[in-house]
């Protein structure tokens, strides 16, 4: 029963990762810039390390789909982001943005002693704000950015990044 749900877990992770893949345009016409990320979830109260790549929309509007594994003690919880946002018109050597997204948030427990009243291993959706603050230019590009997952377990993420041209 425990590889079933796993294995439908990791389809459905998949099939979203190629969905959000089939949003970017083909790779002949677009910049594609991979990046990973790592920082802290709040409520969960552990580190994350992630992978990105960052691709434009339109001259402002970018997508950045992510996935990010957090260090959580009694199990795992990893979330795959298919997040858009704006980069602001401002006349400084850094970009600034903000935005938001669709999360897809996979938790799981070792232990069912640790599992709180009517509380399973679970998949769910949540939705993501996000701003952050970056080098526009350059073969690598450090960032900094704060973001708000809401979801039945709403949590606050600070992460810091770099990003490859």
Known sequence: MRVRERSGRLTVALALAAAAAGLLPAPAAADIDPGFRAGFYSDAEA???????LTDITRRWFFNPNLEYVFVDDGSLW???ADAHYDFDVETPLAVWAGGGLAV?????DD???RRLNEDDDTEIGLNLLAGVGAKRGAMRPYLQGKIVIADETEAVIAVGLRFN
């Open 79 to 81: 979330t795959l982001n």
């Open 47 to 53: 580190a994350f390390i992630g992978g990105e790549l």
């Open 112 to 114: 069912p002693r640790l």
């Open 105 to 109: 948030i996979f938790r799981e427990f």
